[in-house]
């Protein structure tokens, strides 16, 4: 009889291709992916827990499987990733949902497979959350999921501690991957048909300074553009504080390296960059912003923005909102600062009413929308070349992105996913566009 697996990816990217690893491992013996979860024997949980209702909705979901545990004896049930690496989560888990039966963190999730294993010979569950993250394991199977786009690890971690931030506590300190063995998974990902590679990692400038050996992220970029065929590399997340020049002629050194950037400046009032540890005030981010469009006039930066962290007045706030208004940003992902224990905002005197932040999250909302109207205008007219990745159901329209990660439908006779199209723009729909195949 066949078995099947599902996850239930919460979290960035990072976390979607930490479910790629889960998947790989389950794959591996010999369970199958399903798409509907009363169908599976392995229910996983990859967690998020950088903001409060990222948690609470792990919670309600964990919670809704506790009556179908009861009479499947059989289903089991894993609770991984950053939710679980926090300061004695393990445990408050297991008091509340003692039916599950795997809780792991994300020092150890190249090791979910022996947990895994552990599990079918023991009645009890499995609960190991590593305190400290170990050294890189390398050759985890992976089952991807997101063709023609691939991602890539090139570090884990982070050191930069912002206040607000409890990424650094549950990920460790920032730990990068040989560039071989980067270079290696590149090179067989681009023959096996994949057309673009992201690489990830929380902080990218950052890349090989842990290697002691001059590899920096600018090597990389050099060695992943040298492979040999037609593909894209996209990369993030860059932190502004040493987002130098030179990461800008590395970024505009090859063709293959698409010239858009993820640059999160997070608010635009220098008091409050200073309380969230950022290590740069509002001038420097801009003169970033504007030395990045003179060396790459055709180039988009995209950005992440907070709102109400603690003190935030309303001036800080018009500051963080004029900067959107002068930035030009090609999207953003706005958030209401949301307080994580551990964290020094966490303590800080001053938190800010939530009917206040979402006030001020609205209106940066409103702003940022109206740019996105104006640039997807921009596009009328326009010939751009877009990697087609999927096929929308819904309105019989296949879809892919520009170099600038803005997303196009249209209409295609045949299967074109994976392919490299010239699509013109003839219609603009919000953040999304639409356009007409050019024949080649
Ligand atoms: N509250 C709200 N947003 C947060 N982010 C990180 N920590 C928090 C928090 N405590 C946002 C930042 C970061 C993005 C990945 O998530 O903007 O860039
Ligand atoms: Fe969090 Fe700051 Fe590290 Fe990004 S750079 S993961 S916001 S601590």
Same mark, same amino acid.
């Given at each position: 009889?066949?078995?099947?697996?599902?996850?239930?990816?919460?979290?960035?990217?990072?976390?979607?291709?930490?479910?790629?690893?889960?998947?790989?491992?389950?794959?591996?013996?010999?369970?199958?992916?399903?798409?509907?979860?009363?169908?599976?024997?392995?229910?996983?949980?990859?967690?998020?827990?950088?903001?409060?209702?990222?948690?609470?909705?792990?919670?309600?979901?964990? =919670?809704? /499987?506790?009556?179908? &545990?009861? $009479?499947? @004896?059989?289903?089991? !049930?894993? %609770?991984?990733?950053?939710?679980?690496?926090?300061?004695?989560?393990?445990?408050?888990?297991?008091?509340?949902?003692?039916?599950?039966?795997?809780?792991?963190?994300?020092?150890?999730?190249?090791?979910? =497979?022996? /947990?895994?294993?552990? &599990?079918? $010979?023991? @009645?009890?569950?499995? !609960?190991? %959350?590593?305190?400290?993250?170990?050294?890189?394991?390398?050759?985890?199977?992976?089952?991807?999921?997101?063709?023609?786009?691939?991602?890539?690890?090139?570090?884990?971690?982070?050191?930069?501690?912002?206040?607000?931030?409890?990424?650094?506590?549950?990920?460790?300190?920032?730990?990068?991957?040989?560039?071989?063995?980067?270079?290696?998974?590149?090179?067989?990902?681009?023959?096996?048909?994949?057309?673009?590679?992201?690489?990830?990692?929380?902080?990218?400038?950052?890349?090989?300074?842990?290697?002691?050996?001059?590899?920096?992220?600018?090597?990389?970029?050099?060695?992943?553009?040298?492979?040999?065929?037609?593909?894209?590399?996209?990369?993030?997340?860059?932190?502004?504080?040493?987002?130098?020049?030179?990461?800008?002629?590395?970024?505009?050194?090859?063709?293959?390296?698409?010239?858009?950037?993820?640059?999160?400046?997070?608010?635009?009032?220098?008091?409050?960059?200073?309380?969230?540890?950022?290590?740069?005030?509002?001038?420097?981010?801009?003169?970033?912003?504007?030395?990045?469009?003179?060396?790459?006039?055709?180039?988009?930066?995209?950005?992440?923005?907070?709102?109400?962290?603690?003190?935030?007045?309303?001036?800080?706030?018009?500051?963080?909102?004029?900067?959107?208004?002068?930035?030009?940003?090609?999207?953003?992902?706005?958030?209401?600062?949301?307080?994580?224990?551990?964290?020094?905002?966490?303590?800080?005197?001053?938190?800010?009413?939530?009917?206040?932040?979402?006030?001020?999250?609205?209106?940066?909302?409103?702003?940022?929308?109206?740019?996105?109207?104006?640039?997807?205008?921009?596009?009328?007219?326009?010939?751009?070349?877009?990697?087609?990745?999927?096929?929308?159901?819904?309105?019989?329209?296949?879809?892919?992105?520009?170099?600038?990660?803005?997303?196009?439908?249209?209409?295609?006779?045949?299967?074109?996913?994976?392919?490299?199209?010239?699509?013109?723009?003839?219609?603009?729909?919000?953040?999304?566009?639409?356009?007409?195949?050019?024949?080649?």
């Amino acid at each position: 009889m066949e078995k099947y697996y599902f996850i239930n990816t919460y979290g960035c990217q990072m976390n979607v291709h930490e479910s790629e690893k889960i998947a790989g491992i389950l794959s591996e013996r010999g369970y199958k992916e399903t798409k509907d979860d009363s169908k599976a024997s392995v229910i996983v949980f990859n967690t998020c827990c950088i903001r409060e209702n990222a948690e609470d909705k792990i919670y309600g979901n964990i =919670g809704i /499987l506790k009556k179908r &545990k009861k $009479t499947d @004896k059989d289903l089991i !049930i894993a %609770v991984g990733g950053c939710m679980t690496q926090q300061n004695n989560m393990a445990e408050k888990l297991k008091k509340t949902f003692p039916f599950v039966d795997i809780i792991f963190g994300t020092h150890n999730l190249e090791e979910f =497979g022996k /947990l895994f294993d552990k &599990k079918l $010979t023991q @009645k009890k569950s499995v !609960i190991e %959350v590593l305190e400290k993250e170990k050294e890189i394991i390398e050759g985890t199977p992976k089952k991807r999921t997101s063709f023609p786009n691939a991602w890539v690890n090139i570090m884990y971690g982070c050191n930069n501690f912002c206040t607000y931030c409890i990424v650094p506590f549950v990920r460790g300190r920032e730990r990068s991957r040989k560039l071989d063995e980067i270079v290696r998974e590149c090179e067989s990902l681009i023959k096996d048909g994949y057309k673009e590679i992201t690489l990830l990692g929380q902080n990218v400038n950052s890349y090989g300074k842990d290697l002691s050996n001059g590899t920096s992220f600018a090597t990389l970029l050099n060695a992943v553009s040298k492979i040999d065929g037609k593909f894209r590399i996209r990369f993030m997340t860059n932190h502004p504080k040493d987002f130098t020049d030179e990461m800008i002629h590395a970024i505009n050194s090859d063709d293959k390296i698409c010239k858009c950037v993820h640059l999160p400046v997070q608010a635009g009032s220098d008091r409050i960059l200073k309380l969230m540890n950022r290590h740069y005030d509002r001038a420097y981010y801009e003169d970033r912003l504007n030395t990045l469009r003179k060396i790459i006039p055709n180039s988009a930066v995209t950005t992440d923005i907070m709102v109400g962290f603690p003190t935030e007045t309303e001036e800080d706030f018009l500051d963080t909102l004029n900067l959107v208004k002068n930035s030009n940003f090609g999207g953003a992902f706005t958030f209401v600062y949301s307080r994580r224990t551990g964290t020094v905002a966490d303590k800080m005197e001053g938190q800010i009413p939530e009917d206040v932040a979402t006030k001020r999250i609205m209106e940066l909302i409103a702003v940022q929308n109206e740019i996105n109207r104006n640039q997807s205008l921009n596009y009328i007219g326009k010939t751009v070349e877009i990697l087609c990745e999927d096929y929308d159901d819904k309105k019989q329209l296949y879809l892919g992105r520009d170099e600038f990660n803005k997303m196009v439908y249209f209409f295609s006779e045949t299967n074109v996913i994976g392919e490299f199209l010239d699509v013109k723009i003839v219609k603009a729909g919000g953040m999304s566009l639409y356009g007409e195949l050019i024949k080649g």
